[in-house]
């Protein structure tokens, strides 16, 4: 049996207030062809179908009409949907008797009741519509709900996480037990929105990775709560797509970077061969739409604006950080007016996101070797501390000195009223410094 899997497809996000449609509109439709080239029998999508719990129409929208497309498909049998922490499990759960008809079957969430967990037992059939292997489909699920909690007393630590971790591998042997009562030995397919890693294994930047229990840094599920009986297990939460156990246990990460960090490494979606043997093929998704952050000075980033730097269908969005002595006026307007002056508007890259970046390495230098620090983190008392120590061999001021100078600033936004004594230290100050 082949399946695709994928998750994370944040249908309704926004970068900076940004909108992301078109490119999950590109996205979908790059999806509808590949699982038709590919003759994917079932479609996984592992959780955070939206972005929000209130999806926006228009997201809803993309969704119903992705599903709908997807009964063309000849070789496709069934679509499972999970349901995430960003999604609505009432929402995504409500359609599901309609949906149902289209072979979609949707967990938007499970109960705590054991008695409701048989309905995340989800055959799969073959072409003469029997059963050739069986998805367990569990949604974003909080320990809670698996009864676990705070633990008061000594040993919290310890007695938490061994409570935490049993929960979970409890009940996904207990789902894995009850698919094989009820189906016999067909091969299975685990699918979980959670955070899953080795403990060698740190989380990156580019992971976007949210707490979802409230045991904090035991937040990392081993993998290891997935018996041996799970042939693949098919992950969603983390953004970045990697293998956690080798050949059985992977996140495919979101298609459609939400975050420009994530735009850094490459979009994928998982073709997952399941038989006697499992085979993974990575299949890259295309970049519809470039996320690029320039960081340079005013006068470098006027010329690195105008060029046309990547091949994508549609304009880039750009995040600009202008590395400045002091900040510049109008500096947001000129590079605006410079991109206007050289793109048609429909190629024209659209700057979501502007800030000035204080340079305070005043010697000639390489531009990666200076320091720099963003203005907006830049106080009074900071720029009294870099003037002392440029006169005085970067000897940071003596506490008194500090005292002083905080004295001698405004309170509460009042204007800066000073007596003669206090006129005559600030004097004694601006001549030492």
């Not at 119903?64 to 949907?81: G, H, S, T």
């Not at 685990?190 to 899953?196: E, S």
């Not at 061999?393 to 002083?404: F, G, H, L, V």
Request: hydrophobic share 40%.
């Amino acid at each position: 049996m082949r399946i695709l899997h994928t998750s994370d497809w944040h249908l309704g996000a926004t970068l900076e207030q940004a909108s992301l449609e078109h490119e999950q509109a590109r996205f979908l439709a790059w999806l509808y062809e590949t699982m038709r080239e590919a003759e994917v029998e079932c479609l996984i999508i592992a959780g955070d179908v939206f972005d929000s719990a209130q999806a926006p129409a228009r997201a809803l929208g993309l969704y119903y009409r992705f599903l709908n497309r997807c009964q063309d498909l000849p070789a496709l049998k069934k679509i499972v949907v999970v349901g995430g922490n960003h999604d609505s499990a009432s929402q995504l759960d409500a359609p599901a008797p309609v949906l149902r008809a289209l072979s979609v079957d949707v967990i938007g969430g499970l109960s705590s009741e054991p008695e409701s967990w048989d309905r995340a037992l989800i055959p799969i059939p073959d072409a003469e519509g029997n059963p050739q292997a069986v998805v367990v489909a569990t949604p974003y699920i909080h320990e809670s709900r698996l009864g676990v909690g705070r633990i008061a007393g000594e040993g919290v630590d310890r007695d938490l996480a061994r409570a935490f971790f049993d929960a979970f591998e409890n009940f996904y042997t207990e789902l894995a037990r009850r698919a094989r009562e009820h189906f016999g030995d067909l091969p299975l397919v685990g699918v979980a929105h959670l955070t899953c890693l080795p403990a060698a294994q740190k989380l990156r930047d580019d992971d976007f990775k949210t707490d979802l229990h409230q045991v904090g840094t035991l937040g990392a599920l081993p993998p290891s709560i997935f018996c041996e009986d799970y042939d693949y297990v098919a992950l969603g939460h983390i953004h970045r797509g990697f293998a956690v156990e080798r050949g059985r246990v992977w996140y495919s990460g979101t298609p459609v970077p939400i975050r420009f960090n994530e735009a850094q490494t490459p979009r994928q979606v998982l073709l997952v061969d399941v038989g006697e043997e499992v085979v993974i093929e990575r299949r890259e998704v295309p970049e519809f739409r470039p996320l690029i952050i320039y960081r340079d000075t005013p006068e470098a980033l006027e010329e690195l604006v105008t060029k046309r730097t990547w091949t994508a269908p549609l304009p880039p969005y750009v995040a600009i950080e202008s590395l400045v002595d002091i900040t510049r006026p109008g500096s947001l307007e000129r590079l605006r007016e410079a991109i206007e002056d050289t793109f048609s508007p429909e190629e024209r890259p659209r700057i979501i996101a502007f800030r000035e970046v204080l340079n305070i390495d005043r010697e000639p230098g390489a531009l990666g070797e200076q320091e720099f620090i963003p203005l907006e983190t830049v106080t009074p008392a900071y720029l009294f501390e870099q003037l002392y120590r440029s006169a005085h061999e970067d000897q940071a001021p003596p506490s008194e000195i500090m005292a002083t100078f905080s004295d001698l600033l405004p309170r509460n936004d009042a204007p800066l009223e000073l007596a003669s004594p206090e006129q005559q230290t600030l004097d004694v100050l601006l001549e030492e410094t």
